[in-house]
Structures are given as C-alpha cells and as structure tokens.
C-alpha cells in the first residue's frame, strides 16, 4: 500500500497479529494502526461467519487460474447473497453491550495491573 492516508485494520485477538515479525511489519509503516477487537465481539463474528460461507459456498473447491477468476467467483457470490440480504438484528441494547464492553475493559486493565505491565 503507498502512503497517503492512515491504514486502520481491525483484526481479532488472536496471537497470530502479535508475532514478532507481524509487530516488525508493522514498525516499518507508521501510517498503519491495528486495532484488535474483544474477543467474542458480536460483530467481528458476523465478519467472520460471512467470509466462512464465502469460502465453503464459493472459493473451497473452485479452481483459480487468475486473480481476475478468483475476483470474478467473489463478485459473483456478493451479488447472489445481496439479492436476497438479512439485516443482523441486534438481541442486547446499546445498554447492554457497553456494559458488557465496561466489564471487558475493567477485567483487561485488572489483568495488566496484576502481572505488573
């Protein structure tokens, strides 16, 4: 990516974005700024579970050639799921989830402060 405007990636919890060469990466380009989600974060599992049927429905036993036959099936399978799009609905208010978020962020900075970081 050439520089120009700041690069925000929202990522999981996982380790996998926290391996010494992925934080060496990183280092090297300052205009970009990693964001991990809590773990469990309702949304980033919608994320998820979308790419997971993108994969499975779509991508899993084809056969690319190209990057423009492999653009071509993920096109495809967007304009056949937005043909007949669900919205997520939302099961907990707005209350709720920063409460939730409240005590995620209560038990990190506990767990910093006990291991003495």
């Known amino acids: 990516m050439p520089k120009g ?8 919890n996982y380790a996998t974005h926290k391996t010494p060469k992925i934080k060496a ?3 090297r380009r300052p205009h970009w700024h990693v964001h991990f989600t809590p773990t ?21 036993r084809g056969v690319h050639r190209s990057t423009a036959e492999l653009e071509a099936d ?24 920063l409460a939730a978020v409240k005590r995620f962020c209560q038990k990190t900075m506990n767990r910093t402060s006990d291991s003495g970081d």
């Not at 405007?5 to 999981?12: E, K, N, Q, R, T």
Request: hydrophobic share 50%.
């Open 5 to 12: 405007p700041d690069i925000h990636l929202v990522v999981d």
């Open 25 to 27: 990466c990183l280092a």
């Open 40 to 60: 469990s974060a309702s949304w980033i599992n919608r994320v998820e579970w979308w790419f997971a049927a993108l994969t499975r429905k779509q991508l899993q």
């Open 74 to 97: 993920i096109v495809a399978f967007i304009k056949a799921h937005n043909e007949n799009p669900k919205p997520y609905k939302w099961v907990k208010s707005a209350d709720e989830i």
